[in-house]
């Protein structure tokens, strides 16, 4: 049996890709699942989804909120109090990235992901991390990515939350050790989502293979059940980070660069 069964999940952003795939493999491990992104229309149709693939009863509750908004996280953890829910695990995924040059993005659009990408995934573990350790249980996963671990020229900003949300959650992840909490950042290099799309580009090369969003989600809870508190899904992506280790930081942002340099200026 999951440890999950029975227990109650929230997942932000569980309409696409990566989120998604969370909410498909909690909901097979019996989990009650409590789903929100922007979009009503598409919470409801992923909860179809769910319950016509695995069972017509599933509890899942929908909660239509912007976390791009200062007031998103806690109008939701208010929301979901009210309706009397305690939240086992928190998945903080929603997040999108700019592609570009950092000097002629619009302005309002990075403060919306710093807010997404940072600000309400902190919120929301502010909100509901103290609960977890009053009831000696519970668990936080930190959707960053491996961009997280270097600069990446023209996806800058992006590259900078993931590393402030990584670096957050590993130290948290050891503040948390004797609490009955585990914390675990969760680091995937690029994934068949929609994520590329909103961005306005995909990393070179990645067309030769992406991994599925089921495998990271796969590769998130193990880790979590192992007690770890990083996950980096794909062997090629473990091996990228050994290797940054022992490569000069300025070579491996020269490198980085390399994903996603404007055509223009490539070659
Ligand atoms: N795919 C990759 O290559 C990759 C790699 C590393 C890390 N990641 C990270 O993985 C996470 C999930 O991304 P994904 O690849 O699954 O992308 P995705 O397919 O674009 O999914 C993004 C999800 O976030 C929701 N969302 C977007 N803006 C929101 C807002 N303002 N408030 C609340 N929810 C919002 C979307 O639903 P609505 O539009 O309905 O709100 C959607 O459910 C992100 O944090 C991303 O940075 C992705």
Redesign the pocket.
Known sequence: MSEWQGRTVLI??????????FAKRLAMAGAELIL????IE??TATALELRQEFDPHLPIHLY??????AD?PVQLVETIHQAGHRIDLLI??????IAGTFATQDPQRQL?ML???VI?PVALTRLLLPGMIERRSGAIIQ?????AFQGVPWLSL?AGS?ALLMNFTEGLAVECRQSGVRVLA?????????????AGATPRG?ERG?MS?FE?VDCALDQLAHGRSLAIPGTSNRLTLLLERVVPRSLVTRLAARLYRPDSKHG
């Open positions: 932000t952003g569980a309409t696409s890709g990566i989120g998604q795939a929100t992104a922007r979009s598409r919470l239509p909120t912007d976390l791009a908004r998103g903080n995924n929603a997040g999108f990235g919306e807010q997404l990408n309400s959707v960053a990515s491996m961009a992006y993931k969760l680091c995937p290099g690029p994934t068949q989502s929609s994520f590329h799309a909103t990645a992406m969003a990271v």
